[in-house]
């Protein structure tokens, strides 16, 4: 069973930065994929970012494109999302996810999920 922790929300003033932190547990294997997600109130979940267990390749929404920056530390089961120049429009309840192996899309197939973190940007 996958187990994941999400921390490191707040508010913050538009043009801020946030880092967000996920802790992982369980079996990840070098075939999955592991990234985070974000939801507004009134508005479908979408992908943020991601990354490919087995090799270094990431995956970013357009929208976050030279702003969001996501890691990973394997020693400490840990990975990271870095959002600089925040905007109101990314405000919203973000969330870790685990899909386990990757699906077809890198926004698709996730099966674990954190409880979430909230990130409030304000204009």
């Known amino acids: 069973l996958v187990q994941l922790v999400e921390s490191g929300g707040g508010s913050v003033q538009a043009g801020g930065s946030l880092r967000l932190s996920c802790i992982a547990s369980g079996p990840i294997y070098g075939s999955d994929c592991i990234g985070w997600f974000r939801q507004a109130p009134g508005k479908e979940r979408e992908g943020v970012a991601a990354?490919?267990?087995?090799?270094?390749?990431?995956y970013y929404a357009d929208s976050v494109k030279g702003r969001f920056t996501i890691s990973r530390d394997n020693a400490k089961n840990t990975m990271y999302l870095q959002m600089n120049r925040l905007k109101p429009e990314d405000t919203g309840m973000y969330y870790c996810a685990a899909a386990l192996p990757c699906g077809a899309n890198w926004t698709l197939g996730y099966k674990y999920w954190g409880q979430g973190t909230q990130v409030t940007v304000s204009s």
């Open positions: 990354f490919y267990t087995g090799d270094t390749t990431t």
